[in-house]
């Protein structure tokens, strides 16, 4: 049973950090990623790493502010946030695609985790 979840959301300050952590198991996974969700707004891609290669594809508006990375011993996936806007205010979710490329696409993913919330507080 494969399965995803997500860690490390919580409320903070604009120009704040947050790390989110994404525990995988059940099997392996070409590429895992990162996708949001504001109220009233479609899932949008964040942020995504293969899981073997670590190359990595991320969203303009979070370049140079957030980070993906992975620990392959541990299965888990994690995205630093740095300088936090209010617009990164939304419910942030896991994702995994089990065949190439990275994609953006919500619909491209084959497994979710619940998702943790991030507000943050202008």
């Known amino acids: 049973q494969v399965q995803l979840v997500e860690s490390g959301g919580g409320l903070v300050q604009a120009g704040g950090s947050l790390r989110l952590s994404c525990a995988a198991s059940?099997?392996?996974?070409?590429?895992m990623g990162w996708f949001r969700q504001a109220p009233g707004k479609e899932r949008e891609f964040v942020t995504a790493?293969?899981?073997?290669?670590?190359?990595?594809a991320s969203a303009d508006s979070v370049k140079g502010r957030f980070t993906i990375s992975r620990d392959n011993a541990k299965n888990t996936m994690y995205l630093q946030m740095n300088s936090l806007k209010p617009e990164d205010t939304a419910i942030y979710y896991c994702?995994?695609?089990?065949?190439?490329?990275?994609?953006?696409?919500?619909?491209?993913?084959?497994?979710w985790g619940q998702g943790t919330q991030v507000t943050v507080s202008s």
């Open positions: 059940g099997r392996t996974f070409y590429a």
């Open positions: 790493t293969s899981w073997s290669y670590g190359s990595t």
């Open positions: 994702a995994a695609r089990r065949l190439p490329p990275i994609l953006s696409t919500p619909a491209n993913y084959d497994y």
